[in-house]
């Protein structure tokens, strides 16, 4: 059974710093990973979404990178601002079947970061 | 502007009763699920549906039923039988096939008492 994890489990940075978000899964045969970001009692945004053929995906300042053979993904946030505040989610999309969509999430990164 | 609607933000039930909790699209999107959040426990598949009158089980669907009677629209039913329900559940939706980035609702947090 895929298992997600991500460390930290909160996270408190200065404004204006470079951060990682780390997350890892036991089975590496997946189709894709996703980073979404939720803000207190919203729904899910989605940010990236990378490929298991794919190494990395880039938008404006995040940059989500996956290595599927050692099972981790992390997501990288420059020059952080107050308002990238917020819970950060990855979930796995498990190879198999024809059934997609079907993500197993983590349990989340609280991200908070301070003027 | 395309979105999905859930309907109501925050519903209150007695023990014992059935609720329905509301799910709309208008991404024009042909896959729906239902994701629950509990603290501490990240989001889980309650059931989701790729196709107009087809759904399937996700892994905690015991206490719950759907329907997909259009393209639309995703309702969810907690039933009397759900042992928990207490949580705040998520409507999620994607274009057909792999790869297609999920689109989540504002949620509905429900309080059984």
């Known amino acids: 059974k895929q298992e997600v994890t991500q460390i930290p489990a909160a996270l408190s940075v200065p404004e204006g710093e470079n951060l990682v978000l780390n997350c890892s899964f036991t089975d590496s045969a997946i189709y894709n990973l996703q980073w979404f970001r939720q803000d207190p009692g919203k729904g899910l945004t989605s940010l990236l979404l990378?490929?298991?053929?794919?190494r990395e995906q880039t938008s404006g300042r995040l940059n989500a990178s996956l290595d599927k053979s050692s099972g981790r993904s992390t997501l990288y946030i420059a020059a952080s601002q107050p308002g990238d505040s917020a819970t950060y989610l990855c979930?796995?999309?498990?190879?198999?079947?024809?059934?997609?969509?079907?993500?197993?999430f983590g349990q989340g990164t609280i991200l908070t970061v301070h003027p | 502007d395309g979105g999905i609607t859930q309907s109501p933000k925050y519903l209150f039930r007695k023990e014992g009763q059935n609720v329905t909790l509301s799910c709309e699209q208008n991404?024009?999107?042909?896959?729906m699920y239902w994701y629950r959040q509990d603290p501490g426990q990240g989001l889980r598949l309650i059931y989701y549906s790729q196709i107009v009158n087809d759904f399937q089980k996700g892994d905690i669907a015991e206490g719950y039923s759907v329907s997909r009677e259009k393209k639309e629209s995703f309702p969810l039913t907690v039933t009397s039988a759900q042992k928990n329900p207490t949580a705040f559940y998520l409507c999620a939706s994607s274009i057909q096939g792999r790869n297609s980035p999920l689109h989540f609702g504002n949620g509905t947090r429900l309080t059984v008492t």
């Open positions: 990378i490929q298991s053929s794919q």
């Open positions: 979930a796995v999309d498990n190879a198999g079947g024809t059934s997609y969509g079907k993500l197993t």
């Open positions: 991404l024009n999107h042909d896959a």
